[in-house]
Nanobody, 122 residues
Framework: QVQLVESGGGLVQPGGSLRLSCQAS????????MAWFRQAPGKERDFVVG????????KYSDSVKGRFTISRDNAKNTVYLQMNSLKPEDTAVYYC???????????????WGQGTQVTVSS
């Protein structure tokens, strides 16, 4: 059973930065593609960014390209999301997800974390 636990969310002012982490357990982490999704109140869960098991390939949504960076450390079973130049519209619950295979920009992932709240406000 794969377990994903996100951390690092919080309240930040516009233009600020946050770094989210997703710790995985119960699996061979290196065999999974990982992704971050986010969901604002009353909206669908949207793809933010994904990374292949090797870390060699990434895919970003247009809304975060150039501001967010995904990375992974397979030795630590952890994937990270560095978020810079945050905007109020980035406010959402951020979810970590894992799947066997490649990156998908839709929420068709087998495993999900519980989410961490990110609020961008002055």
């Amino acid at each position: 059973q794969v377990q994903l636990v996100e951390s690092g969310g919080g309240l930040v002012q516009p233009g600020g930065s946050l770094r989210l982490s997703c710790q995985a357990s119960g699996t061979i982490f290196g065999s999974y593609a990982m992704a971050w999704f986010r969901q604002a109140p009353g909206k669908e869960r949207d793809f933010v960014v994904g990374i292949t098991w090797s870390g060699l390939y990434t895919k970003y949504s247009d809304s975060v390209k150039g501001r967010f960076t995904i990375s992974r450390d397979n030795a630590k079973n952890t994937v990270y999301l560095q978020m810079n130049s945050l905007k109020p519209e980035d406010t959402a619950v951020y979810y970590c997800a894992a799947r066997v295979g490649g990156i998908l920009a839709v929420p068709a992932y087998e495993h999900w974390g519980q989410g961490t709240q990110v609020t961008v406000s002055s």
